[in-house]
């Protein structure tokens, strides 16, 4: 785990150790020590490096996941243009790594609920109750994608 800065530290010194510019950030797939992986292969904080987010995902004002839309096929996108651009050119957010993660807890997930049958929307609402984070350090990995699609079907109970 890495301590990312959502404010660069470069542009906003005074912000370097205020709790609300920091971020538990994952290791972006960094490069082992004595090795460098192209900028290509990077995401989440060691991708984004000096550049400013227009959103800060641990300010529940800036309702992140409002704007985040994930799709069954692991891609994640967002209506606004500016922040979509954030999410695929500043963060890489839609690195085959993550796609493809993204797409097996939800395809794990989906399966263990096809032993179910039905689901009761009661039910429905406990799951994402369940999957939902609403402890930071709590949350599952990629529990966004399986809430997504709770509430969607959801919807449609």
């Not at 994402?128 to 997504?148: E, H, L, M």
Request: glycine content about 6%; aromatic content about 8%; hydrophobic content about 35%.
């Amino acid at each position: 785990m890495r301590v990312e800065h959502w404010r660069c530290q470069s542009e906003n010194q005074e912000l370097q150790l205020v709790y609300s510019n920091l971020l538990g950030a994952c290791l972006g797939n960094e490069a082992k020590p004595n090795e460098r992986k192209p900028f290509k292969e990077l995401y989440c904080d060691a991708r984004k490096g000096e550049s400013n987010l227009s959103l800060n995902p641990a300010n529940p004002e800036h309702q992140v996941e409002a704007w985040v839309r994930y799709h069954s096929n692991g891609r994640i996108e967002s209506p606004d243009a500016k922040f979509n651009c954030e999410l695929n050119q500043v963060l890489n957010l839609n690195h085959r790594f993550l796609v493809t993660s993204r797409k097996m807890v939800l395809a794990g997930f989906t399966t263990g609920l096809k032993k179910r049958g039905a689901l009761r929307k009661d039910t429905i609402q406990r799951l994402i109750g369940d999957w939902d984070c609403t402890n930071i350090s709590q949350c599952r990995p990629y529990c966004g994608v399986v809430v997504a699609w709770l509430r969607k079907r959801l919807a449609r109970a």
